[in-house]
């Protein structure tokens, strides 16, 4: 009986530790955390380019991949402040890229302080203020995204923080920049760019192709660095006592990743491997959101998840207590100053995806994408993707393909209806299809009520601060 479960925390508390009337280990927590990296081009997301990320393939199978994994909003800071808070964008206040957490909002560091853990981060931030995340600084990993051949990370400061005190629990969020641009890290050499698949949303240039490649050698770091992590718990004995978390954060820094309601920017990876072999190898497309995980660490851990958290315990799915856990994921799209004024939201029930454009008649940008069509200017010129959207222009004078992606990405209609089982990468819009009027009818109302629960009055998000500026008429 005591063999029953070496793993003994609230995860299997309901049929170990309350049979042995043993008190529960709390385990430790390590969260690795890429940047800007797409599912799909993950090898056990689906990824039709081999040698791209063995180590997260590796633990998909011994542990447990979500499939149908959602980010609210697909841009850096409030993707990582619904992951920190377990709050929705208009419920923690990041509603656009580089706001502030409302003042007084728990995170999970003083979610897991109260449980007695130490909670740590090294590597990109991209949150604000202190206060509200107030993470031991781990040394070791580049906070810069931004960088220009970023230099090695290191991993002396991450063993330090895991093995500072083996009484107290710890929870550390490795925040890798791997693969936000400008890609210029990694190793090319590992794919034939002539042979490489091109995700259905990209325009098919040679342009794209070379940065497409670019990317996915970044996608191999951050996988490196997985595969790194799990070799460091494993010769530290922590493994044994460790849930490790997988996620990508949002999609590719590209046309219809990033900064959109597509599923390129919204679906996530997710694995997770818990101790001893727990359900390995096991796979679920129950529908969870990113707000979902701190309630689960909090779960874990033994704590009682607030009521007031949009995010729900994952604990009942991973322990086979039940086989769904949302009905529908939500999500949201606010320029902030990082374009024109662009607002969306949009929801899927798993098979159906509904994106309602709040601003039709507004042109999509993205300074560092495609500013430059309407007069932008950006403090980095020379960005990779403005080289591949640049690509797409010239292209699409001959290519209808590469034609119909550049009306794909600067023209938003109102409302765009896609079936996910059918056409997962989005590319048949059914909104005007009579026969799916009821399904449209029905997903907007499904919206409409979440925007009235959230708060979210769909007004426009536009940050002078964030303002892209207007380059100037030459005399």
């Not at 393939?57 to 980010?71: C, H, K, P, S, Y």
């Not at 063993?159 to 936000?180: G, R």
């Not at 590719?252 to 001893?276: F, L, Q």
């Amino acid at each position: 009986m005591i063999q029953y479960r070496r793993f003994v925390t609230v995860v299997s508390l309901v049929f170990s530790a309350t049979i042995l009337g043993a008190q529960p280990q709390q385990p430790n927590f390590l969260i690795i955390l890429g940047d800007d990296i797409s599912a799909n081009t993950i090898g056990c997301y689906g990824s039709e380019n081999p040698n791209t990320t063995p180590n997260i393939d590796r633990l998909a199978d011994e542990g447990i991949r979500f499939t149908n994994m959602f980010v609210s909003e697909a841009v850096c800071a409030p993707a990582r402040a619904e992951l920190y808070t377990g709050l929705m964008p208009y419920g923690n206040g990041v509603i656009a890229n580089h706001g502030a957490t409302k003042t007084g909002t728990l995170s999970v560091v003083q979610h897991l302080n109260q449980l007695g853990y130490r909670v740590g981060l090294t590597g990109k931030t991209h949150i604000k203020p202190a206060s509200v995340y107030p993470f031991q600084k781990v040394k070791g990993f580049q906070s810069n995204c931004n960088a220009r051949k970023p230099k090695p990370d290191t991993w002396d400061g991450v063993e330090a923080f895991m093995t500072k005190d083996a009484d107290q629990p710890f929870c550390l969020v490795i925040a890798s920049i791997h693969a936000h641009a400008p890609w210029d890290a990694g190793d090319t050499s590992l794919w034939d760019v002539d042979s490489l698949k091109l995700p259905a949303n990209l325009a098919d240039t040679p342009k794209t192709r070379l940065l497409f490649r670019e990317y996915l050698a970044e996608v191999r770091l951050f996988d490196e660095q997985v595969g790194q992590a799990d070799a460091l718990l494993q010769r530290l004995g922590l493994d044994d006592n460790t849930v490790l978390i997988v996620l990508d954060e949002n999609g590719a820094g590209m046309p219809c990743g990033k900064w959109t309601t597509y599923d390129w920017g919204v679906r996530s990876a997710c694995v997770m491997k818990w101790p001893d072999a727990y359900r390995a190898n096991f796979e679920t497309s129950a529908i969870a959101q990113y707000c979902d995980i701190l309630p689960t660490l909090i779960d874990a851990a033994g704590g009682d998840v607030p009521p007031a958290m949009d995010g729900k315990s994952l604990l009942p799915l991973i322990t086979g207590k039940q086989t769904e856990h949302r009905e529908q994921a939500y999500f949201v799209y606010n320029s902030g100053g990082e374009g024109t004024p662009f607002s969306s939201r949009a929801t899927t029930d798993g098979r159906y995806k509904l994106i309602w454009t709040l601003t039709p008649e507004n042109p999509f940008t993205v300074r560092t994408i495609n500013g430059f069509d309407y007069g932008y200017v950006d403090k980095m010129e020379d960005r990779h993707v403005r080289q591949m959207y640049q690509s797409w222009l010239e292209q699409a004078d001959t290519d209808d393909a590469a034609a119909a992606r550049v009306q794909r990405y600067r023209h938003r209609p109102e409302f765009q209806l896609y079936d996910l089982d059918n056409d997962p990468d989005e590319m048949t819009n059914l909104a005007t299809n009579p026969e799916y009027a009821s399904k449209v009818d029905e997903l907007k109302h499904s919206i409409q009520a979440w925007m009235v629960e959230q708060g979210d009055s769909g007004a426009l998000v536009q940050s002078k601060a964030h303002s892209p500026k207007k380059s100037k008429k030459k005399k």
